[in-house]
Protein backbone atom coordinates (compact mmCIF):
# COMPACT_ATOMS: atom_id res chain seq x y z
CA UNK A 1 0.00 0.00 0.00
CA UNK A 2 1.36 3.23 -1.11
CA UNK A 3 1.45 6.24 1.10
CA UNK A 4 -0.08 9.93 -0.10
CA UNK A 5 2.67 12.32 -0.34
CA UNK A 6 1.69 15.93 0.92
CA UNK A 7 3.51 18.85 -0.07
CA UNK A 8 5.81 20.78 2.41
CA UNK A 9 3.43 23.80 1.97
CA UNK A 10 0.33 21.55 2.68
CA UNK A 11 2.02 20.57 5.65
CA UNK A 12 3.02 23.71 7.09
CA UNK A 13 -0.67 24.81 6.14
CA UNK A 14 -2.17 21.63 8.53
CA UNK A 15 0.62 22.62 11.34
CA UNK A 16 -0.64 26.00 11.60
CA UNK A 17 -3.96 24.64 12.11
CA UNK A 18 -3.45 21.82 14.34
CA UNK A 19 -2.05 24.56 16.17
CA UNK A 20 -4.59 27.20 16.26
CA UNK A 21 -7.21 24.33 16.92
CA UNK A 22 -5.10 23.46 19.81
CA UNK A 23 -4.90 27.36 21.32
CA UNK A 24 -8.51 27.58 20.89
CA UNK A 25 -9.35 24.44 23.33
CA UNK A 26 -7.03 25.49 25.50
CA UNK A 27 -8.73 29.06 25.36
CA UNK A 28 -12.12 26.66 25.86
CA UNK A 29 -11.25 25.00 28.39
CA UNK A 30 -9.54 27.90 31.05
CA UNK A 31 -13.04 29.88 30.81
CA UNK A 32 -14.52 27.24 32.96
CA UNK A 33 -13.35 28.12 36.60
CA UNK A 34 -12.46 30.90 38.49
CA UNK A 35 -9.26 30.47 39.33
CA UNK A 36 -8.13 29.97 36.15
CA UNK A 37 -7.07 32.71 33.35
CA UNK A 38 -10.22 33.87 31.53
CA UNK A 39 -12.44 32.11 34.03
CA UNK A 40 -15.31 33.65 36.10
CA UNK A 41 -16.79 32.81 39.78
CA UNK A 42 -20.69 32.92 39.27
CA UNK A 43 -21.15 31.89 42.60
CA UNK A 44 -20.80 28.74 45.24
CA UNK A 45 -22.42 25.55 46.67
CA UNK A 46 -22.11 23.43 49.84
CA UNK A 47 -21.68 19.86 48.80
CA UNK A 48 -21.18 16.68 50.50
CA UNK A 49 -18.02 15.04 51.48
CA UNK A 50 -18.37 12.54 48.56
CA UNK A 51 -18.75 15.11 45.94
CA UNK A 52 -15.58 17.30 47.46
CA UNK A 53 -13.32 14.64 47.31
CA UNK A 54 -14.88 13.80 43.45
CA UNK A 55 -13.79 17.26 42.77
CA UNK A 56 -10.77 17.26 44.74
CA UNK A 57 -9.54 14.37 42.77
CA UNK A 58 -10.00 15.72 39.16
CA UNK A 59 -7.93 18.86 40.03
CA UNK A 60 -5.32 16.83 41.42
CA UNK A 61 -5.26 14.88 37.75
CA UNK A 62 -5.10 18.69 36.37
CA UNK A 63 -8.75 18.80 35.13
CA UNK A 64 -10.96 21.87 35.56
CA UNK A 65 -14.46 20.72 37.12
CA UNK A 66 -17.87 22.11 35.10
CA UNK A 67 -21.10 21.86 36.18
CA UNK A 68 -24.31 21.97 34.48
CA UNK A 69 -28.21 21.70 36.37
CA UNK A 70 -30.20 18.90 34.87
CA UNK A 71 -33.66 18.82 36.13
CA UNK A 72 -32.98 20.18 39.53
CA UNK A 73 -29.80 18.43 39.82
CA UNK A 74 -25.95 19.80 39.30
CA UNK A 75 -24.01 17.08 37.46
CA UNK A 76 -20.06 17.80 37.62
CA UNK A 77 -18.35 17.18 34.77
CA UNK A 78 -14.00 16.65 34.73
CA UNK A 79 -12.46 18.26 31.94
CA UNK A 80 -8.71 18.12 30.83
CA UNK A 81 -6.97 21.03 31.08
CA UNK A 82 -3.12 22.14 29.19
CA UNK A 83 -0.36 21.61 31.09
CA UNK A 84 0.62 25.34 31.19
CA UNK A 85 -2.76 27.47 31.89
CA UNK A 86 -2.64 24.59 35.32
CA UNK A 87 1.02 26.06 35.94
CA UNK A 88 0.11 29.47 35.78
CA UNK A 89 -3.17 28.92 37.69
CA UNK A 90 -1.45 27.05 40.41
CA UNK A 91 1.24 29.57 40.92
Known amino acids: ?24 EDRRRNCYA ?6 T ?4 LSA ?17 VVCTAVNGIIQLYALPISTKAYEEAMG
Open 1 to 24: MSTKHISQREARALKRRVAQLEAA
Open 34 to 39: FDWPGG
Open 41 to 44: HIGS
Open 48 to 64: DAASLAKVDIARRLKHA
